[in-house]
């Protein structure tokens, strides 16, 4: 089956850098393949942070959303998550906006998506009650047969055209593949300037958490089940989101240069308070990172022996990160398995994973590009607000603008479908409708 001379044999050994959910689904799904094809390959996971323990030490600074697409193919690799692992099932979105809010129930009442913590939770976790999502994928991994070593990876090196991982005070560990699953904001990514090779590193932008401690009772209150997403004209600010996670709320901005200006302005926002107890003290704050995500892939993320996966490779923009990293984490276990590993491997069968998710999110560019429009324009956010309400009130609607949003919101369908029914002739001449009310002011 396997076209070229460099392949995957039995005893073969992979090294994966990242034990995150990329490194730790393409761990699970290479070693599945690897048994059902009748070959025994050792697989060892390289990771410094300890899944185990709250704060910077078991975070992987992501906003901790799990779309519901992602659940079901999840599921159907029978990886069911845990209610220890969902701090909350999200069944509903409030859109709040100057101009007004609307809840948006979950579309066809069958989508639900999760909140999780990467880690076991923020830096002052005042009860342990629930499990790191990252944690539990990569015990999955364990249960595989993979080890874990929990160590950071000082130097990538080549010896007999096979690489090498060398950890501080440890000699160099030679593999037949090695993949790279670091993200965008490890230490690890100073690795790659030893790759003789054309990687290039991401484009990234700024993003900012900020985590507080409500409790599970005020939590459900104030801001039930429900993500709060925050359509505001504030200039630089893309995207916002207040997440309820179990006893914590969490706070996620997105944008091109986030700033302590940018944060005020958007944390004293009436939208903002109104979502909180009354007279909350905002500088109470449990943690807060700021860190970078990937807006643009790697142009060619492989070479012979090597494979970069999730966000140091390719991923979706702004959306379902966690997602993407399972795709094209199955996508590059299953070439190395079944085709090969050389960097022709990687090309022909890998290789267009990514560039579809790189083509998709060319047109997620445009959807947001029309976002910030609508954001600048008190006129279209009355438009966007009345369709959407109206939708939601008429039980028999068909909730265009509604799914729309929802979808933009979770990363649960890929931005070319959303577009295509952003150009409906019904879509089209509903909002027409609503414009055109807006602007008469009634």
């Not at 850098?17 to 025994?40: E, K, N, Q, T, Y």
């Not at 022996?305 to 991923?315: A, L």
């Not at 379902?320 to 090969?340: N, P």
Request: charged content about 25%; glycine content about 8%; aromatic content about 8%.
């Amino acid at each position: 089956m396997v076209k070229n001379g460099l392949q995957l044999d039995d005893g073969s050994r992979v090294g994966v850098i990242g034990g995150g959910p990329a490194g730790s689904f393409f761990s699970i799904f290479l070693l599945d393949l690897a048994d059902r094809m009748g070959m025994d390959i050792e697989v060892d996971v390289y990771e410094p942070r300890d899944y185990t323990r709250p704060g910077p030490v078991g975070c992987n600074m992501c906003g901790g959303i799990i779309s519901e697409s992602l659940v079901q193919n999840l599921a159907a690799e029978g990886i069911n998550l845990p209610p220890t692992v969902v701090q909350r099932g999200i069944d509903s979105y409030m859109l709040h906006m100057d101009v007004g809010s609307v809840r948006i129930e979950t579309p066809l009442q069958e989508k639900r998506i999760g909140a999780v913590y990467r880690g076991p939770g923020p830096r002052d976790l005042k009860e342990v009650k629930w499990g790191s999502f990252d944690g539990y994928l990569q015990n999955l991994s364990i249960e595989k047969g993979a080890k874990v070593i929990n160590q950071r990876v000082d130097e990538i090196l080549w010896e007999d055209k096979k690489p090498q991982i060398k950890v501080r005070k440890g000699e160099p560990q030679p593999y037949d593949l090695v993949t790279i699953s670091v993200g965008v904001n490890s230490a690890s990514r100073k690795l790659f300037s030893n790759l003789n090779f054309e990687y290039e590193t991401p484009k990234t932008t700024k993003t900012f958490i900020q985590e507080y401690y409500l409790g599970e009772d005020q939590i459900q209150e104030v801001l039930g089940s429900s993500m709060h997403v925050f359509l505001l004209d504030l200039p630089r600010l893309e995207f916002a989101a207040i997440i309820p996670k179990g006893d914590y709320v969490s706070v996620c901005l997105l944008g091109e240069d986030i700033d302590k200006e940018l944060i005020s302005n958007f944390m004293n926002s009436p939208e903002v308070k109104a979502v909180f107890p009354p007279g909350w003290d905002f500088d109470a704050k449990s943690c807060n990172c700021s860190p970078r995500i990937n807006i643009a892939g790697s142009k060619r993320p492989f070479d012979d022996r090597i494979v970069f996966i999730g966000d140091c490779g390719v991923t979706r923009l702004y959306k379902d990160g966690i997602g993407a990293a399972y795709r094209t984490a199955k996508s590059a276990a299953t070439t190395a398995v079944l085709q090969g590993i050389s960097v022709q491997d990687f090309e022909e069968y890998y290789w267009p994973a990514c560039r579809n998710i790189n083509t998709d999110n060319m047109i997620g560019q445009v959807m947001f590009l029309v976002t910030r429009i609508i954001q600048g324009q008190r006129i279209a956010r009355r438009a966007v607000l009345r369709m959407t309400a109206n939708e939601q009130e008429e039980a028999d609607s068909a909730k265009r603008m509604s799914m729309v949003l929802w979808d933009m919101f979770t990363g649960s369908a890929p931005y070319k479908e959303i577009f295509v029914r952003t150009l409906s002739p019904a879509f089209l001449a509903r909002l027409a409708g609503d414009l055109a009310i807006s602007v008469t002011g009634r």
